[in-house]
């Protein structure tokens, strides 16, 4: 089956600063690659996805970024905010409807 | 429109009882996903179910663990005879799509058990 791996597993930045969470896939057939925020005793909530047809996908201060042929992709979050404070977990998801998910990163932005 | 609606939001219960977690997806998804998060930990795959079909259960513990989603009413994850380690959120989510055109996943509060 497909394993995801996300680093790193903590992160902490100034206010204003990026923040790049990368995550990898071993799976060439997963086609869909979604990020999930989730607050502490929250649910996932997406905030961005990309297809495997798309290199790069931007909203506003969020931008994904996928290699299909090196089977990465990256998260960048700009001008960070104190909100932005959340545990964020990658996905891939193959033809046949899984979802594997990474094991989250958890970033702190510091005011 | 409902979102992904999940219950209880916290169950207490003591070793070897059951424990039973509902979950009904968005209306108009036919697909259900239960994961398991355990404290600081990221959300493992159980099992994924469409109507009355178990599609993957290969997350599911062999042992104690099931699933439906029947053809009338929500999803069930039941889990018999718990132990401590089960302790854990368990998240539900539904997606209405499949293949190659894979759909957002959209999840719900999450079940809290907390085994005595």
């Known amino acids: 089956g497909e394993n995801v791996e996300q680093h790193p597993s903590t992160l902490s930045v100034q206010e204003g600063d990026s923040a790049v969470i990368k995550c990898t896939y071993s799976?060439?057939?997963?086609?869909?690659f979604p990020w999930y925020k989730q607050e502490l005793g929250k649910r996932p909530q997406l905030i961005i996805d990309?297809?495997?047809?798309?290199g790069e996908k931007k909203d506003q201060r969020i931008a994904v970024t996928l290699n299909k042929t090196a089977k990465h992709f990256s998260l960048h979050i700009t001008e960070t905010q104190p909100e932005d404070s959340a545990v964020y977990f990658c996905?891939?998801?193959?033809?046949?409807?899984?979802?594997?998910f990474g094991t989250g990163t958890s970033l702190t932005v510091i005011p | 429109n409902a979102g992904v609606m999940q219950n209880p939001r916290h169950l207490v219960r003591r070793r070897g009882q059951e424990a039973r977690l509902r979950c009904s997806p968005m209306?108009?998804?036919?697909?259900v996903y239960w994961y398991r998060q355990l404290p600081e930990e990221g959300l493992k795959f159980m099992v994924y179910?469409?109507?009355?079909?178990?599609?993957?259960e290969s997350g599911m513990p062999k042992e104690r663990f099931s699933a439906e989603f029947p053809k009338e009413g929500p999803s069930i994850l039941r889990i018999q005879q718990v132990v401590r380690g089960d302790s854990a959120a368990y998240f539900c989510?539904?997606?209405?799509?499949?293949?190659?055109?894979?759909?957002?996943?959209?999840f719900g509060e999450g079940s809290r058990l907390t085994v005595l």
């Open positions: 989510a539904s997606s209405n799509r499949r293949g190659a055109d894979t759909g957002e996943l959209f």
């Open positions: 799976d060439s057939a997963s086609n869909y």
């Open positions: 990309i297809r495997s047809n798309v």
């Open positions: 996905a891939a998801s193959i033809i046949r409807n899984q979802f594997y």
């Open positions: 209306k108009g998804h036919s697909h």
């Open positions: 179910l469409q109507k009355e079909n178990i599609i993957d």
